[in-house]
């Protein structure tokens, strides 16, 4: 069962998202606010794979509910929904824990083809996580638990979102290796986001918020001009 939450107060969008993404398999639960959003992921026990959320709702915006959403779920993909002109609500939006974005206008396939790919994200981690093995990535002072999706700093819980382990768990894969910002696009977020390597530099540095000493003097995700970045321990 493939489950996903959509918030969208404009109907013929709503009806749009609600159609398509049932035909592309999804059991689909959608709702016009915020606030009734929150309450039916708590009727459903939290039990989503995915939510799509319009930005501008009235009453508490998508923002807000993304950010309440992250609270009550590490695990959760969450997608927003901006539009062209809310270049800024991007970047704060992610920085609350979304996953994607989706500006509007889009397609059906532009539609499907993102929430597809978070979904395959979320249930590989889900998958792992219900997986018998217990494997480890040491770094250094790091320890990446690709069961559990937990990274430890000195024995320090990190929480992480799910881009962002995606992220820890390619650079842990590819030490002291530069990855440019359109390898780390293409690998977390998949192919379909070209130019938009912007949200490569949006989530580096809230990971750099996370697991440095000093985000401001980096030591372990290093900036290579011009390059891109590498993970040195
Ligand atoms: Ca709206």
Same mark, same amino acid.
């Given at each position: 069962?493939?489950?996903?939450?959509?918030?969208?107060?404009?109907?013929?969008?709503?009806?749009?998202?609600?159609?398509?993404?049932?035909?592309?398999?999804?059991?689909?639960?959608?709702?016009?606010?915020?606030?009734?959003?929150?309450?039916?992921?708590?009727?459903?026990?939290?039990?989503?794979?995915?939510?799509?959320?319009?930005?501008?709702?009235?009453?508490?915006?998508?923002?807000?509910?993304?950010?309440?959403?992250?609270?009550?779920?590490?695990?959760?993909?969450?997608?927003?929904?901006?539009?062209?002109?809310?270049?800024?609500?991007?970047?704060?939006?992610?920085?609350?824990?979304?996953?994607?974005?989706?500006?509007?206008?889009?397609?059906?396939?532009?539609?499907?083809?993102?929430?597809?790919?978070?979904?395959?994200?979320?249930?590989?981690?889900?998958?792992?996580?219900?997986?018998?093995?217990?494997?480890?990535?040491?770094?250094?002072?790091?320890?990446?638990?690709?069961?559990?999706?937990?990274?430890?700093?000195?024995?320090?819980?990190?929480?992480?979102?799910?881009?962002?382990?995606?992220?820890?768990?390619?650079?842990?894969?590819?030490?002291?290796?530069?990855? +440019?910002?359109? =390898?780390?696009?293409?690998? #977390? *977020? $998949?192919? /379909?986001?070209?130019? &938009?390597?912007?949200?490569?530099?949006?989530?580096?540095?809230?990971?750099?918020?996370?697991?440095?000493?000093?985000? +401001?003097?980096? =030591?372990?995700?290093?900036? #290579? *001009? $011009?390059? /891109?970045?590498?993970? &040195?321990?």
């Amino acid at each position: 069962m493939k489950r996903v939450l959509v918030v969208e107060d404009e109907e013929a969008i709503r009806e749009f998202e609600v159609i398509n993404l049932q035909r592309s398999g999804y059991d689909v639960v959608d709702t016009d606010n915020g606030e009734s959003a929150l309450e039916l992921f708590d009727r459903y026990n939290r039990d989503f794979d995915l939510a799509v959320l319009d930005i501008m709702l009235p009453g508490i915006d998508g923002m807000k509910v993304c950010k309440e959403l992250r609270k009550r779920s590490d695990t959760i993909g969450i997608i927003l929904l901006t539009a062209k002109t809310q270049e800024m609500d991007k970047i704060s939006g992610l920085m609350l824990g979304a996953d994607d974005y989706i500006t509007k206008p889009f397609s059906p396939s532009e539609l499907v083809a993102r929430v597809d790919a978070l979904y395959r994200r979320v249930a590989l981690n889900i998958m792992r996580s219900n997986n018998k093995f217990n494997e480890e990535i040491k770094f250094g002072e790091f320890v990446l638990n690709l069961k559990n999706r937990a990274l430890k700093k000195r024995g320090r819980v990190i929480e992480l979102t799910q881009v962002e382990f995606q992220i820890m768990e390619y650079f842990f894969s590819n030490p002291s290796t530069v990855l +440019s910002r359109t =390898q780390i696009l293409e690998h #977390v *977020w $998949g192919s /379909g986001k070209q130019g &938009e390597e912007k949200i490569v530099d949006v989530n580096i540095r809230r990971l750099r918020m996370k697991i440095e000493d000093n985000p +401001s003097v980096p =030591q372990h995700i290093i900036t #290579v *001009w $011009g390059m /891109g970045y590498k993970w &040195e321990n």
